[in-house]
């Protein structure tokens, strides 16, 4: 009798052991799948800002080149200000590019950086997101842009409260239209609207 019960606990504790095993396995599925579908999105997102950084320097080098275009050397604004972003100090290299007074040279700087927004001081990010909302309805570097707005919200930085209602309308305008950066504008939309 007292083997018979020992062999009872051990099958149950047998019954107990699988059952929390096949738990785990169908989390580390679940896991494992979610953690595909990021990084196929991911991969999207990333491809989709290539397709914008291709596009924006075929733009840049058909057509007739303008006299800044043409400058090459230390005068030239967006050589400078890349230079200056090569120390890392993001926060000097895009007040220069405000300072040139040449959205060209900001567009640039940043398709040159990527979304470095938490590199950047409060007062700069309220000069630059001007900039962006026109990229963003111009469809110019659509996903640097998301991404930029995106890290604002990662990092605490918060949105120029006059440019929220065109951010949410433009955001809004992205998720409707579907594409590849539909998911991240919904994302920064729900972002936006829960702030």
């Known amino acids: 009798s007292g083997e018979g019960s020992l062999v009872d606990v051990s099958d149950e504790g047998m019954r107990a052991a699988l059952q929390t095993l096949t738990t785990a396995q169908d989390q580390f599925r679940y896991d494992v799948e979610v953690f595909i579908d990021e990084v196929n999105r991911r991969v999207e997102t990333l491809l989709d800002r290539i397709s914008d950084l291709e596009l924006t320097c075929s733009r840049l080098h058909k057509g007739k080149p303008s006299s800044r275009r043409a400058q090459t050397g230390p ?14 100090d993001y926060d000097a290299a895009f007040r220069m590019a405000l300072d040139s007074g040449d959205s060209d040279v900001l567009e640039r700087l940043l398709s040159h950086t990527g979304p470095v927004m938490e590199s950047l001081e409060e007062d700069t990010v309220s000069s630059v997101y001007p900039y962006l909302m026109r990229m963003l309805e111009r469809g110019s570097c659509v996903s640097t842009v998301l991404f930029c707005v995106q890290q604002l919200f990662d990092f605490g930085i918060p949105i120029p409260e006059q440019h929220k209602v065109e951010t949410l309308d433009l955001v809004d305008g992205l998720v409707h239209a579907g594409g590849n950066d539909a998911d991240l504008a919904q994302e920064i939309y729900d972002l936006i609207v829960s702030s």
Do not use: K, M
């Open 75 to 88: 005068g030239d604004p967006l050589q400078q200000c890349i230079a200056l972003s090569h120390t890392g």
